[in-house]
């Protein structure tokens, strides 16, 4: 009887430990910016941020005919769940100063700049909840200063406005957001 109350104390404590609340993804290099005032990685206490990027072939969500680089940025609450995710598409692959422009779902125009989007995320971590693109005529850009061919490293800086274009819900972030100071360096990998 001492022995199935010990495996039973033991499958409890077992079966409530939760491993980590942090997410699973690796991160490469840093993503960093101002949003309205605040530093954007600190607007969850004790947040998580993960920064991947990627050089991506032709798909249905972004049909350009060429390959494209993206760089995006994950925001976590302290408990694991992702609450933003932050999209930068379609960058090219030189250095140079190029204007951010709003996306639009499943299209691409090979003659476009660069995409954004963002993304508010709800429950635990798979609802979206509202959703943010750049505001059209803004001074919003994206300056790569370095990118090696070879080994896809990616430096740059970038300005961004962005409002929201749909509400998801009770609202997480205010309808306009003003990212300033924004750079990142990161590696660039094949998915």
């Known amino acids: 009887m001492i022995r199935l109350i010990g495996?039973?104390?033991i499958f409890i404590i077992a079966g409530c430990y939760k491993t980590s609340p942090l997410p699973e993804r690796h991160s490469i290099g840093y993503f960093e910016a101002i949003l309205n005032g605040k530093v954007w990685s600190r607007t969850y206490l004790n947040a998580y941020q993960t920064v991947e990027s990627a050089l991506v072939p032709f798909s249905a969500s972004l049909p350009c005919?060429?390959?494209h680089l993206e760089i995006f940025s994950e925001l976590y609450s302290p408990e694991g769940y992702l609450r933003q995710k932050f999209h930068l598409m379609k960058i090219p692959q030189k250095a140079g100063k190029y204007d951010i422009i709003p996306s639009t779902p499943y299209h691409c125009d090979e003659q476009d700049p660069v995409y954004a989007e963002l993304y508010t995320i709800t429950q635990d971590g798979d609802v979206v909840?509202?959703?943010y693109t750049t505001l059209k005529g803004s001074d919003s850009y994206l300056?790569?200063?370095k990118y090696n061919q070879v080994t896809?490293?990616?430096k740059g800086t970038f300005k961004l406005t962005m409002?929201?274009?749909k509400r998801g819900g009770e609202p997480a972030l205010p309808d306009t957001l003003?990212?300033?100071d924004g750079k990142f360096h990161t590696k660039?990998?094949?998915p």
């Open 143 to 145: 300056e790569i200063e």
């Open 65 to 67: 005919t060429d390959d």
């Open 7 to 9: 495996f039973l104390l």
């Open 163 to 165: 409002v929201v274009e």
């Open 188 to 190: 660039f990998s094949t």
């Open 152 to 154: 896809g490293e990616t």
């Open 129 to 131: 909840g509202d959703v």
């Open 178 to 180: 003003y990212f300033t």
